[in-house]
């Protein structure tokens, strides 16, 4: 049957009849299939929005509409693996998550555990993992097997919710975000015993936190033993699962959901910015906000500037809507309402019970900060967003953590009173602040600060460092330090010493100070060398009470302890073993002389001025033909009047391999004596980049309780190593 008349009109245009008629039913066919085609489409997308429909009304009032939303669109299933290590090493070998579960955890017929947590750090899919595994189990249960129930404990009242599920025995539970529990207790324990409290008799329970929250977890990381919980009340064993970070094929994978075939030149973008954006690799939250982050032109160098990005596209976005007259002014103004809305959540939000601000305190805010703010664009925003309880609550830590940051890089007095206790995000953000405000600070070329690192001893420079380079500086050298804002200083974990490049002890102002409360290293002054050029250690320091450091200046308080460069140590100090301590046999077998036999036929009296006119000390010269340890080819021995002898070993050369000899003497000495006094063991990159330096503090054995002979070996001045041993014929003598 020829509906529309195809057959005439092929035959008007010369057609066949034979021809038309082939291809009017080829064509009516091609039409049919379409139509079918559009019909099963329709009724994919129709069951696709009932399904996600009664989705969003089973997980009210958890998630509101535009969260499970987006968990559900371009959903890219997360990987995991059971050991921390094994993260690191092979992220390929992870499991994908959901299918580990669906289809062997939660089989009520297998024995595999009972209690199941997924680590995730902020943003890598915990929550999007436990929505989707909540919506395909409920697509795929059957009558015979457990019912399902998903609870954020980030509501006020999820045990209330807990409690009110029936059939417990026979319902699986999924507990997000365990570490925002609303209980005022900071102890872990208690938090998971409370909540071990409510899910007794569940048969399967599966919590997400992050790995922070959970030290059990991370104590035996590398291990694929399950955490073994010991709480007040509750003994329990958790199966481990770290969620492991997106690949690039995974991003590639959402990339290809996210833009159709025929967007082609937004996937290639996407896949670009993915490339050159290393950042994105490690949280699949970024992906939500591809769109945003594209249109940056810049690229981006620190974590923070990625948060910066979403949020300023917001705001420009507002400020087209508003068409305010003062373009300018209503941009700071929003700026300074979103930092104040987030440090009143950091501030109160632990008090409050839940991490988010009434609706009444914005509207306050917004009235500071003098903005009519729309609500509704508030909620929209992808910034923000309304709790079903009717509070606003970021959508994601790291916006808040990033406005929390910028908040306290304003207020020098931030970190002593709150120190990111509740949102560590927010802490590297702010020094990454305080990093960049610090290089910008100099003018282009004139910075000529360096620094040395726990794996490198060469002299590097600080301006060509990135961010992640502070972690692992151990010496750092400024020469420009007035007035400076030196607040990055407490992200360098291992810093030891800072060298103050020609300054003096009077350059050590209260503000200098103030940046330096938690530094536990030394801080040496230094000068340049006339002959040489070469910068010498000319005065060292180690700062104390720092902790009690007065807000204004002018108080009296002590700051620091001087290091006696030139008397470290004092050769006359008694130090005489007690009774009981090692007797030190295997140390006298690294020597070709023997020690105990000193002063012997070559050594001749030497006038020490160290000593003065005292008359109960006789000091010898011995000078040796070859040299201990490739090193000394000199020893001064101290005899006093009492029959102890005190040995100090030196060089009168420039040694050809110092860095080499003086290693091997320290791991000589460290595998004899084992840790010094201050805990320092083998010879490291630390210790050769103090040498370098033509100082070095080196190593003191002098606990008269644990060695019969104590040694101290270090460099005061370039080239020229020292090393004393106390007490040769002291060993039996007991110091009262």
């Not at 509207?363 to 900060?369: E, G, H, M, P, V």
Request: aromatic share 14%; hydrophobic share 40%; proline share 3%.
């Amino acid at each position: 049957m020829d509906v529309f008349g195809l057959k005439k009109i092929l035959g008007s245009w010369g057609v066949s009849r034979s021809l038309a008629s082939d291809m009017t039913y080829a064509i009516y066919g091609l039409m049919g299939f379409l139509i079918l085609l559009m019909v099963w489409m329709l009724f994919r997308w129709i069951r696709k929005v009932s399904r996600l429909r009664r989705l969003q009304k089973e997980l009210t009032p958890f998630y509101d509409k535009v969260t499970v939303k987006k968990a559900i669109k371009n959903y890219t299933p997360v990987r995991s693996l059971k050991s921390w290590d094994a993260q690191a090493k092979n992220r390929q070998a992870g499991e994908i998550l959901p299918t580990l579960f669906l289809k062997g955890l939660l089989d009520p017929m297998k024995e595999d555990g009972k209690f199941f947590v997924v680590l995730g750090e902020s943003g890598m899919g915990k929550t999007t993992f436990l929505i989707n595994l909540y919506q395909s189990y409920k697509r795929k249960r059957k009558e015979s097997m457990l019912d399902i129930a998903l609870i954020d404990l980030r509501h006020p009242d999820a045990f209330t919710h807990i409690r009110n599920i029936e059939n417990k025995s026979h319902t699986i539970l999924l507990l997000d975000s365990l570490e925002l529990l609303p209980i005022k207790k900071l102890d872990y324990r208690q938090k998971v015993d409370s909540v071990l409290d409510q899910v007794g008799i569940f048969p399967k329970v599966v919590i997400t936190c992050r790995p922070y929250f959970f030290p059990a977890a991370m104590e035996d990381a590398t291990s694929e033993a399950p955490i073994r919980f010991v709480g007040e009340r509750h003994n329990e064993v958790f199966e481990k699962h770290f969620i492991v970070p997106f690949e690039k094929e995974d991003i590639h994978q959402f990339i290809h959901k996210k833009y159709s075939f025929f967007a082609s030149q937004k996937r290639n973008h996407a896949k670009y910015l993915v490339d050159k954006l290393p950042y994105v690799l490690k949280s699949p939250v970024f992906l939500n906000y591809i769109d945003v982050l594209m249109k940056r032109r810049e690229p981006f160098t620190y974590t923070y500037q990625i948060y910066e990005e979403i949020i300023s596209q917001w705001v420009e976005s507002l400020v087209k809507d508003m068409s305010s007259a003062k373009p300018k002014q209503f941009r700071l103004n929003v700026w300074s309402l979103l930092q104040r809305l987030a440090y009143d959540i950091y501030i109160y939000g632990n008090e409050r019970g839940y991490w988010g601000i009434e609706e009444a305190d914005v509207k306050f805010f917004a009235r500071k900060c003098d903005i009519s703010l729309s609500y509704l664009a508030l909620n929209r925003s992808g910034i923000m967003h309304q709790h079903p309880n009717g509070y606003y609550q970021f959508s994601h830590s790291g916006l808040w953590s990033y406005l929390v940051a910028k908040q306290a890089w304003t207020k020098p007095d931030f970190e002593e009173e709150y120190d990111f206790q509740f949102i560590r995000e927010a802490e590297t953000f702010f020094y990454e602040l305080c990093w960049e405000h610090y290089l910008k600070s100099f003018e282009f070329g004139q910075m000529r600060e360096f620094y040395r690192t726990n794996l490198d001893s060469n002299e590097l420079l600080l301006k060509n460092a990135s961010f992640k380079v502070l972690r692992n500086i151990t010496r750092l050298y400024i020469y420009d330090f007035q007035g400076k804002d030196l607040r990055f200083l407490k992200y360098m974990p291992k810093l030891e010493g800072i060298y103050l490049m020609g300054g003096e002890l009077e350059d050590l102002s209260h503000y200098l100070l103030a940046q330096l409360t938690d530094f536990k290293g030394f801080v040496y002054f230094t000068r340049m060398d006339k002959v040489t050029g070469d910068p010498q250690v000319v005065e060292c320091i180690k700062l104390i009470n720092l902790d009690q450091l007065p807000r204004e200046e002018g108080e009296n308080w002590s700051a620091f302890n001087h290091i006696d460069l030139w008397e470290r140590p004092l050769i006359h100090a008694k130090l005489l073993a007690k009774a009981g301590a090692e007797d030190g046999k295997d140390f006298f077998t690294l020597f070709d002389l023997d020690l105990k036999g000193l002063p012997d036929s070559q050594s001749n009296v030497y006038d020490d001025p160290r000593m003065g006119h005292r008359s109960d000390v006789q000091v010898y010269e011995r000078v040796l033909n070859g040299r201990l340890f490739e090193l000394f080819d000199k020893i001064l021995i101290y005899v006093f009047s009492d029959g102890r002898i005190n040995l100090r070993f030196m060089n009168t050369y420039k040694p050809i391999f110092l860095l080499q000899d003086v290693q091997n003497m320290v791991n000589a000495l460290f595998e004899c004596y084992g840790e010094d006094d201050e805990g320092r063991g083998a010879f490291s990159t630390d210790d050769q980049s103090q040498l370098k330096d033509g100082f070095w503090m080196g190593r003191s054995w002098r606990d008269t309780e644990r060695f019969a002979y104590p040694l101290t070996l270090w460099m005061e001045e370039r080239d020229r190593v020292k090393f004393v041993v106390y007490g040769l014929q002291s060993q039996a003598v007991v110091v009262e």
